[in-house]
């Protein structure tokens, strides 16, 4: 299916936010996530459903000054 990472389009597999996670190679612990705008729990996303058109942000803190 596709969706929105990011701002980017992409074809997924994916159907739960968690696999997302894993589909595309992040750190599930160390990333924060939101789903149509609406952020969503690290606990929450097995079973957080994703489907055709969705727009998904994953966000990794950076260290740095």
Do not use: C, W
């Not at 750190?27 to 924060?32: I, L, N, S």
């Amino acid at each position: 299916m596709k969706i929105e990472v990011n701002g980017k389009t992409l074809e997924v597999a994916a159907t739960t936010l968690a696999a997302l996670l894993n589909e595309l190679d992040y750190d599930e612990g160390h990333v924060a996530t939101a789903l149509n705008r609406d952020f969503v729990r690290k606990t929450q996303r097995a079973q957080t459903k994703i489907k055709e058109g969705d727009a998904v942000e994953i966000v990794s803190p950076r260290q740095g000054g």
